[in-house]
Structures are given as C-alpha cells and as structure tokens.
C-alpha cells in the first residue's frame, strides 16, 4: 500500500502541477505544501481534504483502490462551497438532499 505522501506526490506529478499551484488550488501555505513533500509530513485529514479540493478529488478518491474519477466543474463548485461550511450546515444541507431524493423518488 502506499503511503499518503507518495499517493500524493504520484498525484501532482499525473497532473504536472507545482506545489505553488497545488498550495494556490489549495487554500494553503506554500510552506505546509513543502513541509509535506520535503520532509514526508503527515498531513491532518483536514489539510488533506483541502489538497484533494486542490487536485479536484475527494478524500475518498484519495484512499481509493480503483482510478479516480475527476470531479466535473459543476461537482468542484459544489465541493468547494461544501468545504466552506460548518458541520452545522452541513448537517443541514444533507437534511435538506435527503428530502429531495425522497421527494424524486415519489
């Protein structure tokens, strides 16, 4: 299996990206990205989730087996409004689909 680290750098290399672009993608310092690469940090689930956010993947994607599958532009917006949200409202808006897929399914 292979380590968060390597999975990640196998991932900028497949998208010939910086770590520049991928910190810029990503909401964070240059300084985490490199601290990541340069000294094979280990990064919380949460930088990770926003590095995923950054190469247009989940975090499921991530840790996925089988070939990731690029997330649309209209899946990344929604993603990205996603990662802005509190728990609160992200309870919330699953309520709130939960009701909508009911209502289709209707």
Same mark, same amino acid.
């Given at each position: 299996? %292979?380590?968060?680290?390597?999975?990640?750098?196998? !991932? $900028?290399?497949?998208?010939?990206?910086?770590?520049? =672009?991928?910190?810029?993608?990503?909401? +964070?310092?240059?300084?985490?990205?490199? *601290?990541?690469? =340069?000294? *094979?940090? $280990? /990064?919380?689930?949460?930088? +990770?989730?926003?590095?995923?956010?950054?190469?247009?993947?989940? #975090?499921?994607?991530?840790?996925?087996?089988?070939?990731? $599958?690029?997330?649309? /532009? @209209?899946?990344?917006?929604?993603?990205? *409004?996603? %990662?802005?949200?509190?728990?609160?409202?992200?309870?919330?808006?699953? @309520? #709130? !689909?939960? $009701? %909508?897929?009911?209502?289709?399914?209707?």
């Amino acid at each position: 299996m %292979m380590d968060t680290t390597e999975r990640l750098r196998k !991932l $900028v290399e497949e998208r010939g990206i910086s770590e520049y =672009r991928l910190a810029k993608n990503s909401g +964070l310092s240059e300084s985490t990205i490199a *601290n990541i690469f =340069r000294r *094979n940090a $280990v /990064p919380s689930i949460s930088t +990770l989730e926003a590095i995923c956010g950054g190469l247009g993947i989940t #975090l499921s994607q991530f840790f996925s087996d089988s070939d990731l $599958v690029e997330l649309s /532009p @209209q899946l990344k917006d929604l993603f990205d *409004n996603w %990662m802005a949200l509190s728990k609160e409202q992200k309870d919330a808006v699953s @309520q #709130l !689909l939960r $009701v %909508m897929n009911l209502e289709n399914k209707r």
